[in-house]
């Protein structure tokens, strides 16, 4: 318990201490008020100084010893991966012209070539000999399609259509 007299000058010292507080955020705000008035007679505005402070943050990042070891290891990271991603294509590459070369594959391609010489001659097409893979792919994709079609009937009304 404090006594009253304790109370009292409790009571006047904090009426001072708000008064000082009342006092100071005066002053401040006047304060406050003038560095405004420097800085648009000096052409400062609130955009440059946000560029200024982002520039300054971003410098000091950079020169961070963290962000100087997680920048090297991404890099290093990313030369790995690109390094990794090349010799996996190349050794894609190789292997696809090996297989294309090998006579397994060309033992494969006469026999598309024969059915598909068969299916023009069967479809009514005209027959031709030798030609590259591609084009032969092609034309049996093309007999393919017309000898499906051959099967549906279309619709002769629109009655038909409708239904």
Not at 9 to 21: H, R
Request: charged share 30%.
């Amino acid at each position: 318990m404090i006594s009253e007299e304790e109370k009292e000058e409790l009571k006047i010292e904090l009426a001072k201490l708000e008064d000082e507080i009342s006092t100071l955020r005066q002053v401040l705000a006047a304060k406050e008020k003038h560095v405004v008035e420097i800085k648009q007679k000096l052409g400062i505005s609130l955009m440059n100084e946000l560029k200024q402070n982002f520039s300054k943050s971003w410098h000091d990042m950079q020169t961070t010893s963290a962000y100087k070891k997680t920048h090297e290891t991404l890099s290093h990271a990313g030369q790995k991966a690109t390094a990794a991603i090349s010799n996996v294509g190349t050794a894609i590459s190789k292997k696809f012209g090996d297989m294309r070369n090998s006579p397994t594959f060309k033992s494969f391609e006469e026999k598309v070539e024969t059915t598909v010489t068969s299916l023009k001659t069967k479809v009514g097409g005209t027959s031709h000999t030798g030609g590259s893979f591609e084009e032969v792919l092609s034309s049996t994709a093309h007999a393919s399609a017309q000898s499906s079609l051959a099967g549906i009937r279309l619709p002769e009304s629109e009655e038909e259509l409708q239904c």
